[in-house]
C-alpha cells in the first residue's frame, strides 16, 4: 500500500523560507506513470495546489507561487521536497504531499498535472515570529 | 484560470436521502477533465470521481459523477453516516490546478 509521509518544522518566521519533504513508501517515485505534487489548505479553507514535480526533475508550479516556490525530487531517498520562500501569516496551512496519477487517464499529449489519488496525510505550517 | 463555485455551500439531509451537489466552472472545462474528492474533519482528501463521471478504486457505486462544458454535478444515491463530509470539485482540463469552495454535507 502507497504511503507518503510529509516531514519539517511546525512553526515558520515571517520572511523566511518553508521547507518541508515528503517520503514515499510502498511504492517507486521513480515510476514513470507518476507525477508528485504538493497542495496545501490554509485552516478552515480550500485546497490549493502549489506544484508538481516527475522523477526526472520537470516541475510544474501554480503561477500564483512560482516566483517562491521549488520543488526538487531526490530518487535514492524516495523523496520529493517544497521550499517556500518570504513567507508571511498568508502561508499558514495544512500542506498536503500526494500522487498524481492522472497521466494513466489521458491522451499522452495532456500536459500535467491531473489529480491525486493517494495523499499523505498533512502537516500544519504555522508562520509566526 | 478556471474558477469553480459549489452549491450549495452546505447542505443538510437525513441517511438515506439523495444528494445532488453542484460546481460551475467559469470556462469550459477540457475534455470534462473534472474530479471530487470528499474530505471529514483531520483528514486528507479523497478521490472520489475523474474525468467527471469515472469511479476512482474502491468507491462505492452510490457515487456518481456527470455533467461536461461548465457544469458538473457529484450525486450520492441513498447517505449513508460515512458520507457526512465535505466535498471538493478540481478541474485538470487546464493548469493551474484549481478547486472549488466545498460543500459540507451534514446530518439533518
Known amino acids: 500500500q502507497l504511503q507518503l509521509q510529509e516531514s519539517g518544522p511546525g512553526l515558520v518566521k515571517p520572511s523566511e523560507t518553508l521547507s518541508l519533504t515528503c517520503t514515499v513508501s510502498?511504492?517507486?517515485?521513480?515510476?514513470?506513470?507518476?507525477?508528485w505534487g504538493w497542495i496545501r489548505q490554509p485552516p478552515g479553507k480550500g485546497l490549493e495546489w502549489i506544484g508538481n514535480i516527475y522523477y526526472g526533475g520537470t516541475t510544474y508550479y501554480n503561477p500564483s507561487l512560482k516566483s517562491r516556490v521549488t520543488i526538487s525530487v531526490d530518487t535514492s531517498n524516495n523523496q520529493f521536497s517544497l521550499k517556500l520562500s518570504s513567507v508571511t501569516a498568508a502561508d499558514t496551512a495544512v500542506y498536503y504531499c500526494?500522487?498524481?496519477?492522472?497521466?494513466?487517464?489521458?491522451?499522452?499529449?495532456?500536459?500535467?498535472?491531473?489529480?491525486?489519488?493517494?495523499w499523505g496525510q498533512g502537516t500544519l505550517v504555522t508562520v509566526s515570529s | 484560470e478556471i474558477v469553480l463555485t459549489q452549491s450549495p455551500g452546505t447542505l443538510s439531509l437525513s441517511p438515506g436521502e439523495r444528494a445532488t451537489l453542484s460546481c460551475r466552472a467559469s470556462?469550459?472545462?477540457?475534455?470534462?477533465?473534472l474530479c471530487w474528492y470528499q474530505q471529514k474533519p483531520g483528514q486528507a482528501p479523497r478521490l472520489l470521481i475523474y474525468?467527471?463521471?469515472s469511479r476512482a478504486t474502491g468507491i462505492p457505486d452510490r457515487f456518481s459523477g456527470s455533467g461536461s462544458g461548465t457544469d458538473f454535478t457529484l450525486t450520492i444515491s441513498r447517505l449513508e453516516p460515512a458520507d457526512f463530509a465535505v466535498y471538493y470539485c478540481?478541474?485538470?482540463?487546464?493548469?493551474?490546478?484549481?478547486f472549488g469552495g466545498g460543500t459540507k454535507v451534514e446530518i439533518k
Open positions: 474525468g467527471a463521471s
Open positions: 478540481q478541474q485538470y482540463g487546464s493548469s493551474p490546478l484549481t
Open positions: 500526494a500522487r498524481d496519477s492522472g497521466a494513466n487517464t489521458v491522451p499522452g499529449y495532456v500536459q500535467p498535472p491531473y489529480f491525486f489519488d493517494y
Open positions: 510502498g511504492g517507486s517515485i521513480s515510476s514513470s506513470a507518476y507525477y
Open positions: 470556462q469550459s472545462v477540457s475534455r470534462s477533465y
